[in-house]
Structures are given as C-alpha cells and as structure tokens.
C-alpha cells in the first residue's frame, strides 16, 4: 500500500493549462479503470473533480479533464482560473477493496 | 443534500483508546458503503477502512490493522471507528466519506474531525 507519486507542487497563470501526474504500479493505477480526483481548498474537506479516470461529477466544470496511459494517471485543468488554486490528489482502487492515494500536488496559480 | 458530521475526535495519549461517529443524512445511508480517511496535519491524504452497505465485511490500510474497527449502525445511519493502540502518527483530521458504488471511490465528505495523540 505505497503512496502514489505525484508532483509536490505545479503552477500556471490565469488561461494556461497544466497537468498533474499520479504514478502507480501495475498492481493500482495500471489494473484498474479507476483512479478518482480531488480538489481541497486549505481548512476544506477534499470535493471529487474525476472519478473512473475520466469522467466529471455533475456541477463539475469541464476544465478538468483526466486520463490515463499505463500506470500513470494525469489531470488537466485548462484555462486556469484563481479560484483552482488549491491541492490535488488522486486516488486508486487497488484490488481487495482497499484504496490508495496520491501524495498530493499544490496548484499555484500565478 | 448528502451531509456528513463527524464527532468524537480529541486530544488522547499514546496507547489509549477513541471512538469517532458520523452521522449521516440526505440520502439512504443503509444502501451505502462508506470510509474512513485521514489526514496529518500538512499531510496527504490516507485511506484508513471501508464497511460493505450491510456491514458484513470491512477492510484496513495496513498502518491501522489490527488497532482500528470500522463498524456502523443502520438504525442510527451512523458510522463508527474506533481506535484502540494509538500512536502519535495516528494525529490527523479524520473524515467520513461515502462510497460511490460501480466507480470504485469516494463521492462525498463529512468535514473531518481531529485527533490528537500526544502525552
């Protein structure tokens, strides 16, 4: 059950894109479908951005996208806006109903 | 709306015992898995446990096995944990969250409570 490898922090100004990774193994990220993000904002709990790696929650802009290519998993957020400043983490299931997630990345946007 | 309310969290020594609860509301609680996940303080965030809807079956992160019960009331829709042989690297925000069944993950937070293990 080790943390997946995220980037500690990432950063773009206002319009831009950038992407977040989330590196696994072949036993998480890599056997499953299912990799979930979050979005938390300090003092906040954490709100669900992607769920099944790409698909939105309703209510949830479609700036944010998600992907996947072997064990790694990626979040796109395009036209960047102040308000996306905060930490993101992804989260895999990893067999035997048990999860894990990512280390987390700090979005700062300039 | 789906509401979550933690309660229970404190400041407890090293080796002690404490019981977290959430209650649950705006949807039917009864037909939901749910999970526990924490936080440290400037930390990520840890899966900790999951209960099956029917609390027939629940599952641990290895740094709690053994030390931690996830349980839960459907009478109460109320979820517990309770935490036995705590340490000080147990210290974090704990939060209730709800399982988003066919997707494999979370979809809801209650908004955390902490615990504090220290002497």
């Known amino acids: 059950q080790s943390a997946l490898t995220q980037p500690a922090s990432v950063s773009g100004s206002p319009g831009q894109s950038i992407t977040i990774s989330c590196t696994g193994t072949s036993s998480d990220v890599g056997s499953y479908n299912l990799v979930s993000w979050f979005q938390q904002h300090p003092g906040k709990a954490p709100k669900l951005i992607i769920y099944?790696?790409?698909k939105r929650p309703s209510g949830v802009s479609n700036r944010f996208s998600g992907s996947k290519s072997d064990n790694t998993a990626s979040l796109t957020i395009s036209g960047l806006q102040a308000e996306d400043e905060a930490d993101y983490y992804c989260c895999s299931y990893a067999g035997s109903s048990t999860w894990v997630f990512g280390g987390g990345t700090k979005l700062t946007v300039l | 709306q789906v509401q979550l309310v933690e309660s229970g969290g404190g400041v407890v020594q090293p080796g002690r015992s404490l019981r977290l609860s959430c209650a649950a509301s705006g949807f039917t609680f009864s037909n939901c898995a749910m999970h526990w996940v924490r936080q440290a303080p400037g930390k990520g965030l840890e899966w900790v446990a999951f209960i099956l809807y029917d609390g027939s079956n629940n599952f641990y992160a290895d740094s709690v096995k053994g030390r931690f019960t996830i349980s839960r009331d459907n009478s109460k829709n109320t979820l517990y944990l309770q935490m036995n042989s705590l340490r000080a690297e147990d210290t974090a925000v704990y939060y209730c969250?709800?399982?988003?069944?066919?997707?494999?993950?979370?979809?809801?937070w209650g908004q955390g409570t902490l615990v504090t293990v220290s002497s």
């Open positions: 969250a709800r399982h988003y069944s066919g997707s494999y993950c979370i979809d809801h």
């Open positions: 099944e790696g790409t």
